[in-house]
């Protein structure tokens, strides 16, 4: 496993982020045995959010943590202020609520990265810096970002909290996938994925602030299970968001060569995907959502697999040679 670090927390981040959302206490053997296995190969760090389960996510981790007494040990990042059916809540208010919720249900004194789940560009960045910085002032996080927060938002942010003496945004968690969205999957999202996002991509590499990025496999797409003529028979929701959000020809053609790339090198299509996140050149933490531990050890192998530019320019269809 490889290791970096976030500014303001002191432990060693993995490389590989394990998913918590199918955590349950309905589960409590199984979840356990996921956390303990992914934690034997290395991963550190597990990223939540005060909206997956309702809350019985949370719960579940925070049992693990501190059965486990590993606390210290590990990276949580906790995520909040998601917007629900009646309404944005991007506020100090809902930020405040949501953060002391997921403190109580992990049974935690602090959790180590803070990210806001969502972002409402229509309010004001000001009151959202003013009160991040009062909770790690009071010791409640150790640091803070934005997941789905668009660049041009995090430099106002970050514009701010210069100006004011205050600290800012250390970390984002944006969508990035050699896959390109036809549409988002869920509203309010933030994809850096695609020509289209070159310019942010380039910001991120010159600031070189630590990338949490979600859906590596673009929902599935990169399992191998989507192809142009079988599109029709998907019946379950997230396989239909998958068609929806990313079953076009040009993604298609990018999966053709993970394909070729995987048979030559002796891999699996979401091995390629994967190492294919992890081997362009920003500072990457993968969220990953393995369900077992035999899913995260073929994470584990892909993180080691350094494709080259030219390997990385012909998967995204900018070079028809990888020479």
Same mark, same amino acid.
């Given at each position: 496993?490889? &290791? ?14 394990? @998913?918590? =959302? ?8 199984? $979840? ?5 296995? !992914? ?13 997956? @389960? ?10 693990? /943590?501190?059965?486990?007494? /590993? ?12 917007? +629900? ?16 919720? $997921? ?10 990265? &803070?990210? %806001? ?5 229509? !309010?004001? /960045? ?6 991040? +910085? ?23 942010? +970050?514009?701010?909290?210069?100006? &004011? ?9 944006? +969508?990035? $996938?050699?896959? /390109? ?18 310019? #942010? ?10 990338? *949490?990025?979600?859906? $590596?496999?673009? @929902? ?13 028979? *998907?019946? #379950? &929701?997230?396989?239909?968001? =998958? ?14 060569? !993970?394909?070729?790339?995987?048979? #030559? ?11 294919? !996140? ?17 899913? *995260? ?7 080691? %697999?350094?494709?080259?530019? #030219? ?13």
């Amino acid at each position: 496993m490889e &290791y970096g670090y976030v500014p303001g927390i002191e432990k060693p981040i993995s490389r590989l982020v394990q @998913g918590t =959302v199918m955590m349950t206490t309905r589960d409590l053997d199984g $979840s356990f045995k996921l956390m303990d296995e !992914v934690f034997e190969m290395g991963c550190r760090t597990f990223d939540t959010a005060h909206g997956y @389960g309702a809350g019985d996510c949370e719960r579940t981790v925070g049992r693990w /943590v501190n059965e486990r007494g /590993v606390r210290e040990e590990v990276v949580i990042i906790g995520k909040g202020a998601h917007h +629900n059916q009646d309404r944005q809540r991007v506020t100090p208010f809902d930020i405040t609520a949501d953060l002391h919720d $997921s403190l109580a249900r992990f049974k935690f004194d602090y959790i180590d990265l &803070y990210l %806001l789940h969502r972002d409402d560009p229509s !309010v004001p /960045v000001g009151p959202i810096v003013e009160v991040l +910085n009062e909770h790690k002032k009071a010791g409640l996080i150790r640091a803070f970002g934005g997941s789905n927060w668009s660049v041009a938002r995090i430099q106002e942010a +970050n514009a701010y909290a210069a100006a &004011y003496g205050l600290e800012g945004f250390v970390a984002s968690s944006p +969508n990035f $996938s050699l896959a /390109v969205q036809r549409k988002p999957p869920w509203p309010n999202c933030i994809s850096i994925s695609g020509p289209q996002a070159e310019e #942010e991509r380039r910001w991120y590499q010159e600031q070189g602030m630590p990338l *949490f990025t979600w859906s $590596s496999l673009a @929902g599935g797409f990169f399992s191998g299970r989507f192809r142009r003529d079988n599109l029709d028979t *998907f019946t #379950e &929701y997230a396989d239909k968001l =998958v068609v929806e959000s990313y079953c076009t020809e040009e993604n298609f053609q990018r999966l053709d060569r !993970v394909e070729e790339l995987a048979r #030559e090198k002796g891999m699996t299509i979401p091995q390629i995907a994967t190492a294919y !996140v992890l081997s362009v050149p920003l500072n990457i933490f993968a969220l990953v959502g393995c369900r077992t531990g035999a899913e *995260f050890r073929d994470n584990l192998a892909a993180s080691q %697999l350094k494709l080259t530019p #030219e390997e990385i320019a012909w998967l995204e269809l900018r070079s028809d040679t990888r020479s």
